[in-house]
């Protein structure tokens, strides 16, 4: 179950703002509108992180934060095709193969429901945390501080200029992507990079966000990539 737009404007629109959910406290003004069987936000409609970083990304983070494993997806909702091009941004699933036509309707909806996705705005990321534990998955075992890698690819024309590093909900580091960063023998990897994060006693969540300043289009559609979480225990 995906809430979809949940800050719209207008009448029965906006899913969060008719229940009153306050992300910082996790109080509702409207309990009995309240339902607790999504497991997915539509966090990005038509838009980048930092368009949405002091609404719908601090509503997401505000459900991890109280213990929720709710993921995050994207879309580019393109009632129009000049102000909102289609496919900015996607929901780019890891499903277990590159051959479309093995994909089903099932592997589809798992994929989605357990988060193991990113929302790519022109950037694709790869992370991988302890144990090989993906977006949506948890690494146990991690200890008291725990490494992730971490590969940024990007075509030649995106801007990659730096990747931050969020840690249960705040940024704990913001890495400068520079031109040097890319792979000589293949320039679309604009970085790798090892990322050292604390892991809390009750555990955390690491989110990744990286981003450029130079717009993608007309529109001023700044390049982005988000992943969802990678839960890390100790």
């Known amino acids: 179950l995906i809430i979809n737009h949940p800050r719209a404007g207008g009448i029965r629109q906006g899913y969060f703002n008719e229940a009153g959910y306050d992300p910082l406290t996790g109080s509702l003004a409207h309990p009995e509108l309240w339902d607790e069987d999504f497991t997915l936000i539509e966090v990005f409609n038509s838009g980048d992180f930092e368009r949405f970083r002091d609404s719908t990304v601090q509503d997401w983070f505000g459900l991890l934060s109280s213990g929720r494993r709710v993921f995050a997806v994207g879309c580019s909702d393109s009632h129009d095709i000049r102000s909102a091009p289609v496919g900015y941004p996607r929901t780019c699933l890891s499903v277990g193969t590159d051959d479309p036509s093995t994909l089903t309707a099932t592997q589809v909806r798992d994929a989605t429901q357990s ?120």
């Open 115 to 234: 988060g193991r996705s990113t929302v790519n705005g022109g950037i694709y990321l790869e992370i991988t945390g302890p144990g090989g534990a993906g977006p949506g998955e948890e690494a146990s075992g991690a200890g008291a501080r725990a490494s992730l890698d971490v590969v940024l690819r990007a075509a030649s024309y995106v801007e990659v200029s730096r990747l931050e590093v969020i840690v249960d909900g705040a940024t704990t580091e913001t890495i400068p992507i520079l031109p040097a960063d890319a792979d000589p023998s293949d320039p679309v990897v604009r970085a790798r990079a090892t990322i050292e994060v604390d892991v809390a006693p009750s555990g955390s969540w690491v989110v990744l966000h990286a981003a450029g300043d130079a717009a993608l289009d007309a529109n001023g559609h700044r390049p982005f990539v988000v992943s969802n979480p990678i839960f890390l225990t100790r």
